[in-house]
């Protein structure tokens, strides 16, 4: 598994029909009336990664297993959400249990097509939604911060530690200030507004190489702080139709486009949430594993087994270019590429490994 993330919106921005091209399905109705996903529903798309089919082409791999992107598209949220106002608190619960937030914004004008507040205007609908979490967030927090007073009563040196950021943290909220922009690890608090947000602007087909008044609108708001993706779902579904590689290619060439949405989500999760690539490459099985940037050789090895990360011995580390130039691993051992690190070996993007446990 790669990551996971969930998409979010006001009712009507094209959540619906963005999940449905990204996951190449039509798992979620994508209808014209609010609510119309009532059970948030889960897809996987396959991560690209020519490296990787490149290694498992030098081995002649039986078996070439990508990583996996997971998306969630989860129902429309409306003012009062946090208090259960349309489909309300079970919904903030689903995006509790994402990685990162996809936050759809609707940037183009159709009047077939309802907005749930009546009018376009793509800063408001994000103030609704952040609002919302950050309501909930702000119980959560009060019931926390009454646990940790208790705690810190009876000279617990830790809860008084969460005690002092919780309180930075609630007041924060309440000057509308989300957890993830302040300087303070917010993870032990399980925040809705402490998860990464990516904005994705859903303009129409002629926007989407250039963006529009209502996109730009975001960037200059929000763009600092957080990535903003300019993407047509509307192109996005007549890609996903398109099976051939090259002529996808030929299709966002003549659109002007560098790269599909999917792409963009995929490449801009990543950096977002710090991950990169690693894999093991064989004649039976060419895997590539997701990992956390700055992780250690033991623990990217915990990813495949737990069993090898409490017998880690030592790691071999080849590079691609060089697997891929020498064609394969005896070769790279022959020409002394291969090297040999131990339990401090932090992983860098795209190492092939080989490790070598006791348990």
């Keep these: 598994m790669g990551f996971n993330c969930g998409i979010v919106g006001l009712p009507n921005v094209g959540k619906s029909t963005l999940f449905n091209a990204l996951t190449q399905s039509a798992a979620a109705d994508a209808q014209n009336y609010p609510f119309c996903t009532i059970e948030p529903n889960t897809g996987r798309v396959v991560v690209p990664d020519e490296t990787l089919l490149k290694l498992a082409a030098v081995d002649n791999s039986e078996k070439i297993i990508p990583t996996q992107l ?7 949220l409306v003012k009062g959400a ?24 609707r940037c183009f004008e159709n009047d077939d097509i309802v907005h749930v507040n009546g009018k376009i205007d793509p800063i408001a609908d994000i103030d609704t939604i ?15 911060i009454k646990n940790l007073e208790k705690k810190a009563r009876g000279l617990d040196k830790d809860a008084a530690k969460l005690l002092a950021d919780a309180t930075i943290i609630r007041e924060n909220l309440t000057n509308g200030i989300p957890a993830r922009n302040l300087d303070i690890d917010a993870k ?18 002629k926007s989407a190489a250039t963006g529009n008044e209502f996109s730009r609108a975001v960037i200059d708001k929000f763009g600092e702080k ?6 047509s779902s509307k192109i996005e579904m007549e890609i996903a139709q398109i099976a051939d590689i ?16 999917l792409e963009q989500v995929i490449k801009t999760g990543y950096k977002t949430l710090g991950l990169q690539t690693f894999y093991t490459v064989g004649p039976r099985e060419a895997h590539a594993w997701t990992i956390t940037a700055g992780m250690t050789a033991p623990q990217a ?31 790279v051992r022959e ?18 490994c080989h490790f070598l446990f006791n348990v």
């Design 70 to 76: 997971e998306i969630v598209d989860i129902a429309g």
């Design 82 to 105: 946090s208090t259960g106002e349309g489909l309300g608190n079970k919904f903030l619960g689903n995006i509790l249990e994402t990685d990162a937030i996809i936050h759809v914004v």
């Design 130 to 144: 952040e609002t919302e979490l950050a309501l909930a967030d702000l119980e959560s927090i009060e019931k926390q």
């Design 188 to 205: 032990p608090f399980n925040l809705l507004t402490a998860k990464p947000v990516i904005y994705v602007c859903n303009v129409d087909e």
């Design 226 to 231: 957080n990535p903003v993706l300019i993407i």
């Design 246 to 261: 090259d002529e996808r290619k030929m299709f966002l060439d003549d659109l002007g486009l560098k790269q599909s949405g």
């Design 301 to 331: 090895a915990g990813k495949i087994h737990t069993d090898f990360e409490r017998g880690f011995i030592r790691a071999e580390i080849i590079t691609p270019s060089d697997y891929i130039e020498y064609g394969g691993e005896v070769k």
């Design 335 to 352: 020409a002394g590429k291969m090297r040999t690190v131990g339990r401090d070996y932090v992983m860098q993007p795209g190492d092939i």
